[in-house]
């Protein structure tokens, strides 16, 4: 079932957003969390970043699990998706790094790295909440639009339109690499609850059409219309067309 919540603006929706996950945290002994890189949840983590420091939440038992990396890209990288976690959260907050998961985009063995990534998630149980944004076209992790959809986690082309909307972290949408390692649907759907995030009005349109009552594999996030517990937090523009 899918909760929508509007809110005035970007740190409103932000806000809220980090209380959710603050108390998903705080009421579970090992929690596990799916985090999402990108500009959308930046200031979701600077809220869980500032309640670490009040002491509201504590990160030293939690285990985390990123949704995607590119493929390529080692860690050290500054547009490596661990790069991103690392400047954006991981290195403000008292998590142990030991326990934070992100796929490997160098490994040499890029099949078994998805098999073994999906072996970690079931040997964690699966997320306790997941963290998501969504592409413009309507993507969730990198699934994006296509006839099928991955169940698991697999090595993925990245659309004309993806690479071009990640194309303003680096010099040019030649660099952005054109594949990815994501989490497959199967993957993001048996997080226990779901919590997505989008602003602005280039979310518009896919926030609409994911909302809507099909379910269609050309909108990757119209699945979670089949999972039991999802909070989509937009700002108003990305709700301006619901
Ligand atoms: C990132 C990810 C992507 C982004 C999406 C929105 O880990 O999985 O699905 O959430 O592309 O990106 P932003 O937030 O930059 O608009």
């Known amino acids: 079932m899918i909760t929508i919540k509007v809110f005035e603006d970007y740190n409103e929706m932000s806000a809220y957003a980090a209380e959710i996950v603050k108390e998903v945290i705080n009421s579970i002994k090992k929690p596990v969390i799916g985090l999402a890189t990108g500009s959308s949840p930046i200031g979701l983590y600077k809220n869980l970043i500032e309640m670490n420091k009040s002491n509201q939440v ?4 939690v285990t985390s699990v ?12 500054p547009q490596s998706y661990r790069y991103f976690m690392n400047q954006n959260l991981f290195d403000h907050i008292n998590i142990n790094k030991a326990n934070t998961f992100i796929p490997n ?9 998805c098999k073994d990534y999906d072996q970690k998630l079931q040997d ?4 306790d909440i997941q963290i998501l944004g969504i592409g413009s076209n ?10 099928k959809l991955n169940a698991n986690t697999h090595v993925t082309g990245l659309t004309t339109a993806t690479i071009e909307a990640n194309a303003r972290f680096f010099n040019s949408s030649d660099e952005v690499p054109q594949q990815a390692i994501s989490l497959g649907l199967g993957g993001i759907m048996k997080s226990k609850k779901i919590v997505l995030i989008a602003n602005g ?6 926030c609409k059409s994911f909302v809507d009552e ?4 050309q909108i990757p996030a ?7 517990n999802v909070v989509v937090c937009l700002d108003k523009e990305a709700a301006s067309l619901l």
């Open 58 to 61: 504590d990160f030293s038992q």
């Open 201 to 206: 009005t280039n979310k518009a349109k896919a």
């Open 214 to 217: 099909y379910i269609d594999p």
């Open 222 to 228: 119209s699945f979670l219309k089949l999972h039991p």
């Open 105 to 113: 985009g160098i490994a040499d063995d890029l099949g078994q790295e």
């Open 138 to 147: 309507g993507h969730i992790g990198f699934n994006e639009p296509d006839t």
């Open 66 to 77: 990123n949704l995607d990396e590119y493929i390529g890209l080692s860690g050290d990288h």
């Open 124 to 127: 964690l149980g699966y997320a």
